[in-house]
């Protein structure tokens, strides 16, 4: 079993909720966006009630299928609002 330390960059209301412009989490096998997700979800329940969360990867939106792999840059966009 791989287990890896993984800095997730976060922004405004993600930033909020989680306290922090970076979070870390342990990764202890392949992993794809939508379970990152929950996982994170599961230690900070608050992002649950945001309307949509996108994850990119390396700079990249990701779908819910998209692979993480080790070295990737993570970051967790809140829901933008536009005019």
Same mark, same amino acid.
């Given at each position: 079993?791989? %287990?890896? /330390? %993984?800095?997730?960059?976060?922004?405004?209301?993600?930033? /909020?909720?989680?306290?922090? !412009?970076?979070?870390?989490?342990?990764?202890?096998?392949?992993?794809?966006?939508? /379970?990152?997700?929950?996982?994170?979800?599961?230690? *900070?329940?608050?992002?649950?009630?945001?309307?949509?969360?996108?994850?990119?990867?390396? &700079?990249? *939106?990701?779908?819910?299928?998209?692979?993480?792999? !080790? =070295?990737?840059?993570?970051?967790?966009? !809140?829901?933008?609002? &536009? =005019?």
């Amino acid at each position: 079993m791989v %287990t890896r /330390e %993984t800095n997730i960059l976060t922004f405004g209301i993600v930033k /909020e909720i989680t306290g922090s !412009p970076v979070v870390s989490v342990t990764i202890t096998s392949q992993i794809t966006a939508g /379970e990152l997700m929950q996982q994170l979800i599961s230690l *900070y329940p608050e992002l649950s009630k945001l309307r949509s969360i996108a994850i990119a990867i390396n &700079g990249v *939106y990701a779908n819910t299928d998209a692979i993480i792999s !080790p =070295g990737d840059e993570l970051a967790i966009i !809140p829901p933008v609002s &536009g =005019g």
